[in-house]
T-cell receptor
Framework: NAGVTQTPKFRILKIGQSMTLQCTQD?????MYWYRQDPGMGLKLIYY???????DKGEVPNGYNVSRSTTEDFPLRLELAAPSQTSVYFC?????????????FGPGTRLTVL | QKEVEQNSGPLSVPEGAIASLNCTYS??????FFWYRQYSGKSPELIMS????GDKEDGRFTAQLNKASQYVSLLIRDSQPSDSATYLC???????????FGTGTKLQVIP
């Protein structure tokens, strides 16, 4: 199993550009998450999904959108990129959401907005 | 606001010593607790989970939970330079609440 994969690994955007961060998992997990991690900070939840077709906002959803058309894929869309979106983005998945919410993380996408 | 607090460190220990990493949480109804290890430039990796009061051991790692004191810790015995990383504490508080991550403690194991 590849686990959770993310593309691209690195990206530089200009202010106002848009892009999609891709995330795929092959563990048949229903639950998927997008986090951002700023230097010296904890992981902040952007969006999550409890299954295909169902998504909801996390702590910091502004400036982002998601979709979940399949169990495997959970892309994150950045519209009108801003310098404040410079961060490392991690996608994660879990088999359960409740008590045994053990999350598996992808390798991350390092995004710089200039 | 539910919080998970960790000392940012760095915590420096000599090789072979016991490293003790601590985490406190604010939500009394928190139910499950996780420790993730994150090497510099890499993604978090789950190393321990604990759900009930007491100790849970896995190899060189021991997680300790005290719900009355709202405190969870991770002990690493016989610390190795390869244990040098940032350790994130994460807490699940039940229902439809998300998992809340602490900001992490950086551990440095000195050869």
């Amino acid at each position: 199993n590849a686990g959770v994969t993310q593309t691209p690994k690195f990206r530089i955007l200009k202010i106002g550009q848009s892009m999609t961060l891709q995330c795929t998992q092959d563990m048949n997990h229903n639950y998927m998450y997008w986090y951002r991690q700023d230097p010296g900070m904890g992981l902040k939840l952007i969006y999550y999904s409890v299954g295909a077709g169902i998504t909801d906002k996390g702590e910091v959803p502004n400036g982002y959108n998601v979709s979940r058309s399949t169990t495997e894929d959970f892309p994150l869309r950045l519209e009108l990129a801003a310098p404040s979106q410079t961060s490392v983005y991690f996608c994660a998945s879990s088999y359960e959401r409740g008590l045994y919410n053990e999350q598996f993380f992808g390798p991350g996408t390092r995004l710089t907005v200039l | 606001q539910k919080e998970v607090e960790q000392n940012s460190g760095p915590l420096s220990v000599p090789e072979g010593a016991i490293a003790s990493l601590n985490c406190t949480y604010s939500d009394r109804v928190s139910q499950s607790f996780f420790w993730y290890r994150q090497y510099s430039g890499k993604s978090p990796e789950l190393i321990m989970s604990i759900y009930s009061n007491g100790d849970k051991e896995d190899g060189r790692f021991t997680a300790q939970l005290n719900k009355a004191s709202q405190y969870v810790s991770l002990l690493i015995r016989d610390s190795q330079p390869s244990d040098s990383a940032t350790y994130l504490c994460a807490v699940y508080s039940g229902g439809y609440q998300k998992v809340t991550f602490g900001t992490g403690t950086k551990l440095q194991v000195i050869p």
